[in-house]
């Protein structure tokens, strides 16, 4: 599951929360997201960043 929250915290500034969640159908399917969650996370972050900065620009412009 996926989920993004936005939030207005006045003129021209929101704050988004970003949640990422995965229930398997087995164990191994839970260990093995855990496992490879763990090796990507801070690419992830890193490219949410970079999109959430994209987006925000692309506001600007409008």
């Known amino acids: 599951m ?3 929250s936005i939030e207005p915290l006045g003129e021209e500034k929101i704050a988004v929360t970003y949640t990422e ?3 398997g159908k087995s164990k191994s399917q839970n ?3 855990k496992v490879i969650g763990a090796l990507y996370k801070r690419g992830a972050r890193k ?3 970079r999109k959430l ?3 925000e620009s ?5």
């Not at 692309?58 to 409008?62: A, E, V």
């Open 47 to 49: 490219k949410t960043a």
């Open 53 to 55: 900065h994209d987006i």
């Open 31 to 33: 260990l093995n997201y």
């Open 58 to 62: 692309y506001l600007k412009q409008q």
């Open 21 to 23: 969640d995965f229930a």
């Open 2 to 4: 996926i989920s993004y």
